[in-house]
């Protein structure tokens, strides 16, 4: 009953930025944490971001930090991820996950989205 849709990614070069979006609609958005993971061909999905409902609290894969910002509007739905410095290493598919509660784990949610494509050239 949760639809969850991204959009935003497409190819960019190496060191260059990129801004996901991910808008939830269907049964009740609030209350609930969010999240983003990826997946490389041939590799396990990993652990990108997640924030919580109020918004005070997030986490970043090691990977991330410090380049990748999450961010969520609860008035629009939708929750953001600013993509900066980015390298040839953050190529994979990016999925958007709603959480069954108001946290998070980096093992998933309870829905997602059908994904977005991030390449980027070095």
């Known amino acids: 009953q949760v639809q969850l849709v991204e959009s935003g990614g497409g190819l960019v070069q190496a060191g260059g930025s990129l801004r996901l979006s991910c808008a939830a609609s269907g049964r009740t958005f609030s209350s609930r944490a969010m999240g983003w993971f990826r997946q490389a061909p041939g590799k396990e999905r990993e652990f990108v971001a997640a924030?919580?409902?109020?918004?005070?609290?997030?986490g970043y894969g090691d990977s991330v930090k410090g380049r990748f910002t999450i961010s969520r509007e609860n008035a629009k739905n939708t929750v953001y991820l600013q993509m900066n410095s980015l390298r040839p290493g953050d190529t994979a598919v990016y999925y958007c996950t709603l959480f069954s509660g108001g946290y998070y784990s980096d093992e998933g949610g309870a829905y997602w989205g059908q994904g977005t494509q991030v390449t980027v050239s070095s």
């Open positions: 924030i919580t409902w109020s918004g005070g609290g997030t």
